[in-house]
């Protein structure tokens, strides 16, 4: 399993959007691995109202506004299934974003792009090994 470097989230939140359809999601839990694939999502452009950057920086949005391929995550009501859901977005820096020059470790003022990731299908949990050990299986 490769692990995506922070570059592959610096492009279009349209194409990016497209590209991580089929990746997975790991998360390392005490002693396991959870995991879930990318099976749905919704690219966002900053202006958009749908977009939680078009109402501009804050220190809870603050994660939208960093390096590409930040997580950010966030509860919120949800009609369709009641009750709160946790939704996951991930940073895109794409087009215009390098017209504002970049102050690190975010930029308040630059162009904040975002993809919603819109379902998860999970997959087995997984054992972490020790170094040294080999995985087993078929």
């Known amino acids: 399993m490769m692990i995506l470097p922070g570059s592959f989230f610096d492009q279009d939140a349209c194409t990016l959007a ?3 359809l089929g990746k997975v999601i790991r998360k390392r839990y005490r002693s396991y691995w959870l ?20 109402l501009g920086f804050t220190e809870k949005r603050r994660a939208l506004f960093m390096s590409p391929g930040t997580i950010y995550m966030y509860y919120a009501l949800m009609a369709v299934i009641p009750g709160m859901s946790t939704l996951c977005m991930i940073s895109v820096s794409g087009h215009m974003a390098h017209q504002v020059p970049l102050q690190l470790p975010y930029c308040p003022t630059a162009q904040a792009h975002m993809i ?3 379902c998860l299908q999970a997959r087995q949990t997984q054992p972490v090994l020790k170094s040294g050990t080999r995985a087993r299986g078929p």
Request: hydrophobic share 35%.
């Open 116 to 118: 919603l990731v819109t």
């Open 35 to 54: 995991s879930a694939q990318i099976i749905e999502t919704e690219a966002y452009y900053m202006e958009e109202k749908g977009s939680h950057a078009s």
């Open 18 to 20: 497209k590209q991580l």
